[in-house]
């Protein structure tokens, strides 16, 4: 599977893989899986209430944001710091740094449910000046923090989303997660430098006319922030300075109303403008449409095209374009 695929199918971690968190027994756990530029987002739900062991060690980072997580008994411990027998853990995250071992085991109260985060310190979309691979971050062991919270959730969202997904969009909060946890170990240090600035004229005319070039297409954040020579993460700002919206709503509010022209065209069907324009499910076309226009795309076609008859003058021929196709006679 590539680096930006998404895998919305259960599977078991194999033995020996140093990949993911070995969960023993591995069948009770469910999995969804999400595959972006230098981070694997996995889903995990407990398909029973019984006892379990968990083990990891990676050259990966690994973040964990446990959503439902009450254990009757157990304990859990990184390397370098005390064993911990907290039972009520939702809403804490963990943070095991690459080269640190985790493990522990516990008895649910409910069915668990955790996101983990497994992140390549030497991700090609992190900023050179971050020197991400070169931190030694610090382990931490079920703590709170708001704003790493809330991209973990958005990050979650994606990963359910399967391929409904926007990429360009999950591989902003991939950047925004690194910079937070960066923020996170520096506890107060100077913040990493970024741009105050928004984009020349020239920059935007060049990012806006490749999005109406491609706007069919899931373009990544890093292949925008190429165009005018900026890491990932400076571009997301100083777009959103310029144009006023992040790089990912902005493309979704050209594609509607890139699709607000062809529904004008009664030959065209809702599901067929809905994948002209990168939708791969009518549902997900009619969902970001509504969301947008306040209306279905079916009711806005409709409008539209009865507001045009109504404009004709008397004897105007119908551009052909917008003539009903011919019906089949019956027998």
Known sequence: MSSDQIDAMPFDATPGDDRCVRFTPSEMM???VAHWTGLKADVV????????????????????????????????EIEG???????????KLTFVPAGRELSGWQQPLVPARVVSFYIDPQGPLLDD??????????????????????????????VL?????????????????????????????????????????????????????????????????????????????????SFGVPPHRYHVHRRIERAKELLALPTSSVTSVGLAVGFAETSSFSAAFRKVTGRAPSDYRREVIASTRVLMLPGQPMPAEMREPPQPLSN
Do not use: C
Not at 133 to 156: H, N, S, T
Not at 215 to 237: E, G, I, K, M, T
């Open 30 to 32: 469910q999995h969804h």
């Open 45 to 76: 739900t407990a398909t029973q209430r019984e006892p379990f062991t968990y083990q990891f060690k990676s050259k990966r980072h690994l973040l964990i944001a446990a959503e439902h997580v009450e254990r009757e008994d157990g304990e859990t």
């Open 81 to 91: 710091l005390p064993r911990s027998r907290m039972r009520s853990l939702s809403g």
């Open 129 to 158: 000046e971050l020197r991400f691979g070169e931190i030694e971050f610090q382990p931490r062991l079920f703590f709170a923090d708001a704003e790493l919270w809330r991209i973990a959730m958005k990050l979650k969202d994606e």
């Open 161 to 241: 989303k399967g391929e409904n997904g926007m990429r360009h969009y999950s591989e902003a909060l991939v950047v925004l997660l690194a910079h937070e946890l960066v923020r996170l170990n520096n506890s107060g240090d100077a913040a990493v430098p970024i741009a105050r600035g928004g984009l020349a004229g020239w920059q935007q005319k060049r990012v806006a006319d490749y999005i109406e070039s491609h706007l069919a297409d899931n373009v990544p954040l890093a292949d925008l922030a190429a165009l005018v020579d900026f890491s990932p993460f400076h571009f997301a700002r100083a777009f959103k300075r």
